[in-house]
Structures are given as C-alpha cells and as structure tokens.
C-alpha cells in the first residue's frame, strides 16, 4: 500500500519541479538568475524550517554528525535552481525538463552501477542501456525541434 503512494508523491513531486521551472524561468529572465534562485531558497529554508520545527521526530545524526560529503547535496540544489533559472527562458520548460532528467537519470544508472556514494550496487543490463539511449534520442528529438523552430523564425521576413 505504501509504495504506490511513495510514487503518486514523486509524480506530484515531478510536475511540481516542472511548473516551478517555468515559473521561475519567467521570474529569471525579469528579475534576474540569482535574485530569482535567492527567493527560492530564502523560501525554501523558511518553509523547511517550520516543518522542521513542528514536525520532524528527532534524529540520530545531526548535520553536525554526518559525513561531511553528505553535506554537498545542498550546493547541487543551487547548481540545478540556477540553471533552470538561467536555460527556461532560451530553450523552453519541456527542453530544460527533459535535459535534467535525462542527466538525473543517467547520473542514477551510474550511481547504482557502481555504487557510488554508499549505495547498493545495481549493475546495469540491457533495460537499462535502452533506457540511456531513448534518453539520449530524447535530447536529440527536442534539441532539433528547437533548431527548426529557431530556423523558422529566424527566416520569416519581418
């Protein structure tokens, strides 16, 4: 019962990320890259921390007591804010939708191959190498729909 509900709040969780990447491209190309990615965080970590403060039971590590490269998530939440902020408003939310999750998902079959940052081993198999390929035909496809797109526009008499 549990696991169809873990997948029902990462579908949520990924349409989330997809509407706060076109929102946040749009602020970004008016605002500003970092001033947008700043409203995000300063949002984020105050939101965060009353959830924190009210609802989380309490735990046997602290960030003072976890291995300090388990620390480094936090920085790549910044690289990825500022690159949908900056890469939305030039090529598109499903263009910066799709590239992402196709470098976390093949970032992810990495990791599980080799077990990287103390997680299991999950070699990969021939499911897995047609997985990396639709990726990868995916960002093809998307990246030629642009260029046509720019194409067209860009030779239409004005």
């Not at 300063?42 to 003072?64: D, K, N, R, S």
Request: aromatic fraction near 10%; avoid cysteine.
């Amino acid at each position: 019962m549990l696991l169809p509900l873990i997948f029902i709040l990462l579908l949520v969780g990924g349409a989330v990320l997809a509407a706060q990447s076109s929102i946040n491209g749009r602020l970004g190309a008016k605002a500003g890259v970092i001033e947008s990615s700043w409203l995000t965080f300063v949002i984020g970590a105050v939101l965060t921390f009353l959830l924190m403060f009210f609802f989380e039971p309490a735990q046997q590590a602290t960030l003072f007591s976890v291995p300090k490269w388990q620390l480094t998530g936090a920085l790549f939440g910044v690289v990825y804010m500022l690159a949908i902020v900056f890469a939305v408003p030039r090529v598109g939310t499903a263009a910066a939708t799709v590239a992402v999750i196709s470098g976390q998902l093949l970032m992810s079959l990495l990791i599980d191959h080799f077990g990287w940052l103390s997680n299991a081993v999950r070699p990969l198999d021939a499911s897995r190498y047609v997985a990396m390929a639709l990726l990868i035909g995916a960002i093809g496809l998307i990246y030629l729909s642009h260029q046509q797109r720019h194409r067209r526009m860009t030779s239409q008499p004005s």
